[in-house]
């Protein structure tokens, strides 16, 4: 979840300073105040564990994950045609971290990683029911192409 929630956070910043949508922007800033505490928490766990902070998923194209062609076109896109690909990216997104962390709490065993994911669950859910109505996920941005 760290480079799921790191490569995302250009996007966030992109909302706050391009979009008209204000539910868009407050999700934005929202998300982005919880994956920069999140971030530190997982990094936390992660130091816990033992585990190495190589990113697993470098030059990956995966569901929910912001790979740099997405970025740009994103960052391309301007006006309502913005919001649609944010909207759009973020529901890849939201989506994928909540499935994550529902197989976390149905297959976790360590109980601070469990509780962390019913957050991350929670949390991806509530943001999931504020994107706008009508967006749906491509193929290629499920796959984050696009």
Known sequence: MIPMDEQLLPV??????????????????DL???????????KALRVKAGLDDSNPHAGHKMPGLVDADTLAAIG????????????????????????????????????????????????RSAGLATLPAGVTVTAGAAAGGG
Do not use: M, W
């Open 12 to 29: 966030l910043d992109l909302v706050s300073q391009r979009s008209a949508d204000p539910a868009l922007t407050r999700l934005a800033a």
């Open 32 to 42: 982005r105040v919880r994956y920069t505490s999140e971030i530190q928490q997982l």
């Open 76 to 123: 391309g896109a301007g006006g309502a045609e913005f919001d649609r690909k944010v909207a759009e990216c973020l529901r890849g997104h939201l989506d994928q971290l909540a499935s994550l962390a529902r197989s976390e709490l149905s297959n976790g065993t360590s109980p601070s990683v469990k509780d962390l994911a019913r957050q991350v669950a929670e949390s």
